[in-house]
């Protein structure tokens, strides 16, 4: 199936440029595994970032050579080599399989947590929906990323399938419902707690921790 929702270049830019935080990065690594697209774009923004880091020289008053800049275009015109297999980062999350990690939460919205031993910056988790259920209205204080890992679910902004990398801030309010046919299971990256609305919001903020 073919992916719809991108993380923006901005993002991808930093994402090559290493500028990302573990989980960030861990979050845009996934999707570039699922997303030729965007795995080539990187290719190419690391082999143009590559090739100037490599010659430019130090001194700010000297001036790339004109050979810089045809190699750089060269390399960027190749084609991208082929996405890796989608086994490596997987197994490092999850090295015994999605369903063996020590899921959390009763009911159809369980989490589990990914250690990645850095969490200055945000949290990782995954996020199992069961078919067809809603996960409660929610709304951001800071961003919230998710990659459909397997399923698919869908909001008020369109349906979203394994791949599809989606991007929310403080500004939105959503109630995810998985698709009818399997359960959801997302990556999902918070810079801060969700906070649930409604009279279970108190219950489910303390329950479902991303
Ligand atoms: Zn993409």
């Known amino acids: 199936m073919t992916v719809k929702w991108h993380p923006e270049f901005d993002l991808l830019v930093e994402y090559a440029a290493g500028n990302l935080c573990t989980a960030q990065a861990m979050m845009v690594a996934t999707h570039l595994q699922y997303c030729p697209h965007c795995?080539?774009?990187v290719n190419k923004l690391e082999i143009l970032?590559?090739?100037?880091?490599?010659?430019?020289?130090n001194s700010s008053s000297e001036t790339v050579s004109p050979d810089v800049w045809q190699n750089t275009l060269a390399a960027i015109a190749k084609p991208a080599?082929?996405?890796q297999p989608k086994r490596s980062l997987m197994q490092r999350i999850a090295p015994n399989g999605l369903s063996a990690l020590?899921?959390?939460?009763?009911?159809?919205?369980?989490?589990?947590h990914v250690d990645l031993g850095d969490e200055r910056n945000g949290r990782?988790?995954?996020l199992?929906?069961?078919?067809?259920?809603?996960?409660?209205?929610?709304s951001h204080h800071g961003n919230e990323w998710t990659l459909v890992l397997e399923g698919g679910f869908s909001d008020h902004m369109g349906k979203y399938n394994a791949g599809d990398f989606v991007c929310l801030?403080?500004?939105h309010k959503h109630s995810p419902v998985a698709a009818v046919n399997?359960?959801?299971i997302c990556m999902a990256y918070v810079d801060e707690q969700l906070h649930f609305q409604g009279w279970l919001g108190p219950i489910l903020n303390r329950v479902i921790k991303l």
């Not at 020590?102 to 589990?112: E, F, I, M, R, S």
């Open 49 to 57: 970032g590559g090739e100037l880091m490599s010659k430019t020289p």
């Open 182 to 184: 399997e359960d959801c």
């Open 102 to 112: 020590d899921w959390k939460g009763l009911g159809p919205v369980q989490t589990a």
């Open 169 to 171: 801030d403080g500004n």
């Open 128 to 138: 199992k929906i069961r078919a067809g259920a809603r996960v409660p209205v929610h």
């Open 124 to 126: 990782l988790s995954l």
């Open 39 to 41: 795995k080539s774009a």
């Open 81 to 83: 080599p082929k996405p």
